[in-house]
C-alpha cells in the first residue's frame, strides 16, 4: 500500500482489537490470539491481502452466518511416528493448522521427517506463517492448502481449482530466511479484494471470462468468480506459451495433496455453497517439516543456503534495474519499515473496523478507528 490517504495503526492496537473481535465472537481467547498473530504477521511482512482486511469478511462474518465453528475440536484420526491426519471440524483453520505443523516439526525433531495432513480445516491465513515455524526451529518447512475453486485449467474457463499455495521456508545465515509463499494462480482472491477496496483496476490476463477474455474491473470481477462467470489464469497465463500449464500442474499437485492423503474434499465440494444456502468451506492442508540436521549440519545447510542467495543477488542485473531480491527478502525488508509504524488502512478498512467496534461494543477502539 502506498502511503496517501493511510492511516497506520500499530501492529499491538490492531492485534488486540481483533483478538477482542473473535473473543465477542465466540473463540476462546487462547485461539483469537492465535489467529490474531497469524493475521498481524501477513501485515508485518507486508502482505497486506491476508491480514486484518480479512477479519470481517473471511471470519467474523462467517461465524455469525454458521459456517465457522469458533470453538476448534481437533481429532487426530490417524497417526504413526512421522505422519498424522488431523480433521478439524471447521474449526477455526489457524489454531488447526497450527497444531499440525507443530506437530510435524516435533515429529520431525525426533525422526529427521514429518507430515501432518488435515481434512475439514477453514482459511487459515498465509500459509508462509506455518512453514516459517519450521524455518525457525532450523528446519525446511513446507505447507500447502486447497480453497475453493477459482482457477480454470489450462484451455478451460471454469473455475476448477483453488489459487493453492505451495509455500517453502528455508533457513539461512542470513537475517532472514528463504521464504516462498504464493498462489498457483497468477494473483488470488485477496489481492484483487484489495484492488477492489482500493479502486484499482485487476492487471490483463489476471482474470478470463467464460469466452476467454480478460477482465480489470476487480469489484465486478469479486461477483463473478463466486457466480462461476469468472475464473484466475493459472502461474504462466492464458494458454501454454508462457507455461500456464505449469502452474496448472502445480495446482493440482496442492489439491491432491490437500485432499487425497486425508479423504477431504476437493474442488467443487468447496464452493461454500448448497442448494443455494451457505456452508462451510471444509479445506484441506498438507504440512512437512525436514530437519536439515538428519542430512548435515544446520551451520553447513544455512550457510550453502546463504551462498546460494548471494549468488543470485549479486548476478548481472537486467538494465534499468538496481537490485535483484531472492524470495523473502522484500517481506524482511516490509517488516524493517513497518516496525515503528503498523498496520496501513485505507479509509475502507477503517469504516469497516469502526463498525465492527461499534456493533460489538468495543468503546475503547472506536476513535482509534476512525477518518480523523
Not at 143 to 157: E, H, L
Not at 293 to 306: H, I, L, P, V
Not at 340 to 363: H, T
Request: some cysteine; proline content about 4%.
Amino acid at each position: 500500500m502506498k502511503d496517501e490517504n493511510i492511516k497506520w495503526i500499530d501492529f499491538k492496537t490492531v492485534e488486540d482489537f481483533m483478538v477482542s473481535v473473535l473473543v465477542k465472537s465466540g473463540v476462546p481467547e487462547a485461539d483469537a490470539r492465535i489467529c490474531a498473530d497469524v493475521l498481524i504477521k501477513s501485515d508485518k511482512l507486508g502482505i497486506d491481502s491476508h491480514g486484518a482486511n480479512r477479519l470481517k469478511p473471511i471470519y467474523y462474518d462467517r461465524i455469525k452466518d454458521g459456517i465457522l465453528n469458533p470453538v476448534t475440536r481437533l481429532e487426530i484420526v490417524k497417526e504413526g511416528p512421522t505422519t498424522a491426519v488431523i480433521d478439524g471440524h471447521n474449526g477455526m483453520g489457524h489454531v488447526i493448522a497450527k497444531k499440525a505443523m507443530q506437530m510435524a516439526i516435533d515429529k520431525a525433531a525426533s525422526l529427521g521427517m514429518g507430515m501432518v495432513a488435515v481434512r475439514n480445516s477453514t482459511h487459515y491465513g498465509i500459509a508462509g506463517y506455518y512453514a516459517l515455524m519450521a524455518a525457525e526451529r532450523n528446519m525446511i518447512g513446507i505447507c500447502g492448502t486447497n480453497a475453493r475453486p477459482s482457477i480454470a485449467p489450462t484451455f478451460g474457463v471454469e473455475n476448477m481449482l483453488g489459487t493453492n499455495p505451495m509455500t517453502f521456508a528455508m533457513p539461512t545465515d542470513e537475517a532472514f530466511p528463504f521464504f516462498l509463499d504464493c498462489a498457483t494462480s497468477v494473483t488470488q482472491r485477496g489481492k484483487i479484494e484489495l484492488y477492489a477496496r482500493q479502486n484499482k483496476p485487476c492487471i490483463e490476463g489476471w482474470v478470463i471470462d467464460k469466452d476467454g477474455n480478460s477482465k480489470t474491473d476487480a469489484t465486478q470481477v469479486l461477483k463473478d468468480l463466486v457466480e462461476g462467470h469468472a475464473a484466475l489464469t493459472p502461474l504462466g497465463g492464458i494458454g501454454e506459451d508462457l507455461g500456464g500449464y505449469k502452474g496448472y500442474g502445480y495446482a493440482t499437485v496442492v489439491e491432491i495433496l490437500s485432499a487425497a492423503l486425508q479423504s477431504g474434499a476437493y474442488m467443487k465440494m468447496l464452493m461454500g455453497i448448497e442448494n443455494g444456502k451457505k456452508v462451510p468451506y471444509p479445506l484441506g492442508h498438507f504440512f512437512i517439516a525436514i530437519d536439515v540436521e538428519a542430512f548435515t549440519t544446520a551451520s553447513d545447510f544455512k550457510k550453502t543456503t546463504g551462498d546460494i542467495l548471494r549468488a543470485l543477488r549479486s548476478s548481472q542485473k537486467m538494465p534499468g534495474k538496481e537490485k535483484i531480491y531472492t524470495a523473502g527478502e522484500k517481506e524482511f525488508i516490509a517488516m524493517q519499515y513497518r516496525s515503528d509504524k503498523g498496520v496501513p488502512f485505507n479509509d475502507e478498512l477503517l469504516d469497516e473496523f469502526a463498525s465492527l467496534a461499534a456493533e460489538l461494543q468495543l468503546k475503547e477502539f472506536e476513535d482509534i478507528f476512525s477518518k480523523d
